[in-house]
T-cell receptor
Framework: DVKVTQSSRYLVKRTGEKVFLECVQD?????MFWYRQDPGLGLRLIYF???????EKGDIPEGYSVSREKKERFSLILESASTNQTSMYLC????????????FGAGTRLSVL | GQQVMQIPQYQHVQEGEDFTTYCNSS?????IQWYKQRPGGHPVFLIQ?????EVKKQKRLTFQFGEAKKNSSLHITATQTTDVGTYFC???????????FGAGTRLAVHP
């Protein structure tokens, strides 16, 4: 079974803090994604990575950055957290060119106070 | 940019009733996927449709992809309490095969 693990289920941070959300997958998938999920808005793509050290902006990259130094790990960074970044963050991975199925982690619910 | 609209946003039904959610894209899609997210859970892949006019069935679930490849639907026959959750469609087109998700339809089933 594919396993996508996000380091925290719940996080509470203060405005202005630097926040790291970590995601690890164990299936040697080339592609990894970060989404945020908000009520009524569905899942919106923040950043994605097609392979190690590669990154592409998604639809809402402002206020975020990412790092993909190793194939299994994709990190989302909030350089200076703001209250409007309070959300559920979901990581996903996908085997390149294999049916396009994305496998999601359990999510991290981030609250910025 | 490309948008995927999904309706209704929320529906509650009595157990045994049917349920349908609809998805419309502003552009032609190369494929469409459906995911289910149980309360407190994460999205789980259900199915992918690729061909124009394609219809696929999974037990009580019927998925349809429009002829123009711009719309799709998911129909559940005789809902059960285990069907509770949010159903998302996600369309893909262009390079990189990014998925654009609809806002989801939250289904509540009353016993």
């Amino acid at each position: 079974d594919v396993k996508v693990t996000q380091s925290s289920r719940y996080l509470v941070k203060r405005t202005g803090e630097k926040v790291f959300l970590e995601c690890v997958q164990d299936m040697d998938h080339e592609n990894m994604f970060w989404y945020r999920q908000d009520p009524g808005l569905g899942l919106r793509l923040i950043y994605f990575s097609y392979d190690v050290k590669m990154k592409e902006k998604g639809d809402i990259p402002e206020g975020y950055s990412v790092s993909r130094e190793k194939k299994e790990r994709f990190s989302l960074i909030l350089e200076s957290a703001s209250t409007n970044q309070t959300s559920m963050y979901l990581c996903a991975s996908r085997k390149r060119l294999a049916k396009n199925i994305q496998y999601f982690g359990a999510g991290t619910r981030l609250s910025v106070l | 940019g490309q948008q995927v609209m999904q309706i209704p946003q929320y529906q509650h039904v009595q157990e045994g009733e049917d349920f349908t959610t609809y998805c419309n894209s502003s552009t032609t899609l190369s494929n469409i996927q459906w995911y289910k997210q149980r309360p407190g859970g994460h999205p789980v892949f259900l199915i992918q449709l690729v061909k124009s006019g394609e219809v696929k069935k999974q037990k009580r679930l019927t998925f349809q992809f429009g002829e123009a490849k711009k719309n799709s639907s998911l129909h559940i026959t005789a809902t059960q309490t285990t069907d509770v959750g949010t159903y998302f469609c996600a369309g893909s087109s262009g390079g990189y095969n990014k998925l654009i998700f609809g806002a989801g339809t939250r289904l509540a089933v009353h016993p």
